[in-house]
Every structure is written in structure tokens, then in C-alpha cells.
């Protein structure tokens, strides 16, 4: 993808200065370049909606490698960074340099406007583990974790667990499945729409028959989970194992064909500090940045201890970005409404 960085490099200085009219520090031009740039800088910001503690990590674990550089992460949904993305890139007042979303469409949008991003040019990219060829889009956005949708089950009504989709349609679990509500989910509109066709067309509609209980989130779930109020779930997140491993009784499983959820990352234009920037982004894509960052999460490597679903090799490469022209409002509208008329009768 890069045959050498230090061309890239000089691509992306062009692009930073461009978007912050001239005023703001360059990239340098080679790796070990903009690694003392980037300490020279000495600070760095992430905007993102990973969880808190994974972000924690990745801040301690970061700043232990590089002692030199500040790690500043601000959490929010997709919905509170978007805007401050695209108001920080219009103004050229930029506060974040590197912005991580799980939002398909704003992705492809960003791609095609060509605004936002500037290259990435870290090493980690190019490392065969990595996989860029399926981690990378246009040399910008690159996956960095991912969270899938799996079967969940309570360990003390389903001692058996589940294998497959299809054991959860038994009827012996009627009234007893927890759901999401896609309402005002465009996310959940395509977890849904995913089940049909990989855990076989019809699945949501015979889903429907074993009258289940509806949850405003994922969260929700779980915990009706934990608690035994559900016994099983055909969409939850992999927080479950965030509560079995505190000693709940549930587990998780990923089916044959898993729906993900991937997180992309890219550098931005308006960055204020456009070498630590690209320090961040490659750090993230190690070995070492990937144990923190994507524990109880599937990591963008293979073989990363604390990371992905036991009897799985599913990396976050293997798991595809929603289609944006399906997450239009009136399609999303469309297929809520669809979808109450069958679960809320």
C-alpha cells in the first residue's frame, strides 16, 4: 500500500497544511522524523465512542511507550463527534487528530467528500498481520477493533448454551428471548437485516413468533441476561462477556457467520498536531496497542491475549461496514415500522 513512507509523508504535510491554511506544523518527512516531531509536540487527542475503559488503556499504555506525549481521549456517541469533526475541519480550528466511529455511512460520505482525512503512513499498516488490503479504505480510514453480534444465553436455564441461530428459535424459549428495539437505531436496522441473511432468510420474522421481550439497548439485554428475566438472546453484544468474566451467569458464542460492528479510524486534516497524530494511529495497530484497546473486543490482529470470543479467529478485517444506501432515514423508518408490527402486536 506504501512503498515508502517518507513519500507519503510529504503528501499528508501538504494536505495538513493545506486544510489549516498554512499556520500549522508540518509532518515530518521520514518515520523517525515524525517520531521526534511528534514528541516535540507532545500532545494528542482522540475523539471516539469506544468504551471508557478500553480508552483508558490505550491512554496508559501509549503514554508508557511514548512518556514524551500527552494521550487526551474524549468519549461520545457518533452523533456528539461527528459534528465537532466537521466543524473543526470547516473552521481549520482543529482539537482532535485522530477520530474513531462505527458509523458506515458518515464513513463513505467522508470518502467521497475527501475532507476530513489526511494518509495514514504507519509502519504498523504494512505489517502482513494487519492485513490492510481488507483493514484499509482509499489510505485512510483503517480498522482498529470491532464488536460483534453474537448468541447469549443464561448458563443456569440454558446449561446446553447455543450453537447455532437456529437453537434459539426452540419454543421451549418462548417468552423468554431478549430484542432490541431498532427504533432510532440505524445500527440494530442492520444487525436485523443481517439476520436474515446470514442466519437464514426468515429468521426475524420466526424470531417474532416466540413473542419476545423488547429492550430499549444492549445493556438491557444483558442484564435480563444475567438476572434470568431472558434466557437468550440472538443479537447481544459482546459486553456479555464483560459480566460473565465479573461472574454472571451467561456466555456468548459467535455463529458460523458473525455481524460485526467495526470501528475505523482515520487521521484528520485539521489536526493540531499532525505527527503525534500519525504516532497514535500506528500505535494502535501494534501488537501492544491492540491489547489495550480491543480487550473483550475482536482486535485488528490475531493472537492479542484478552481479545475476541473463545473458538473464534475472527479478526476485525472479517467483519464488513454496513451498506450506507440501506441506513437511509426513510429506509430505516420503513423497516422499524415493519418490524413493530410484528414484535409489539
Partial sequence: MKAAAAALATMVALTACGSAEGSGP?????????????????????YSNHAPANLEALKAAFEARYPGITLTYVRGT?????????????????????????????IHRSLDSGDYSVEVVAPAIDQP?????????DDTFFVTSA??????????????????????????????????????????????????????????????TLDPRVYTSGPGVTQALASGEVWAAPGASMDVLVERDKGAPVDFALPDNPIGIPFYSHVLSAAPSPNAA??????????????????????ALPGIPGTGVEGSDVVAQDLDLADPDTLEAEAVEQYVAQWEQKFLR
Fill in 26 to 46: 508540518e509532518l515530518g518527512g521520514s518515520w523517525d522524523e515524525i517520531v521526534e516531531a511528534a514528541t516535540a509536540e507532545g500532545a494528542v487527542t482522540l
Fill in 78 to 106: 457518533d452523533s456528539d463527534l461527528i459534528p465537532k469533526v466537521e466543524v473543526e475541519s470547516r473552521t481549520g480550528n482543529g482539537i482532535a487528530d485522530v477520530h474513531m466511529t462505527t458509523d458506515a455511512g458518515w
Fill in 129 to 137: 498481520d494487519y492485513r490492510a488490503a481488507d483493514g484499509v479504505l
Fill in 147 to 208: 464488536t460483534s453480534i453474537g448468541l447469549a444465553w443464561n448458563t443456569t436455564h440454558v446449561p446446553d448454551g447455543l450453537r447455532a441461530p437456529e437453537d434459539l428459535l426452540d419454543p421451549r424459549l418462548t417468552g423468554k428471548v431478549g430484542v432490541v428495539t431498532p427504533a432510532g437505531y440505524p445500527a440494530v436496522v442492520h444487525i436485523y437485516r443481517r439476520m436474515d441473511i446470514d442466519y437464514r432468510a426468515g429468521f426475524v420474522d420466526r424470531l417474532s
Fill in 278 to 299: 500519525q504516532l497514535l494511529a500506528d500505535f494502535m495497530i501494534t501488537p501492544e496497542g491492540q491489547q489495550a484497546l480491543s480487550r473483550s473486543y475482536i482486535a
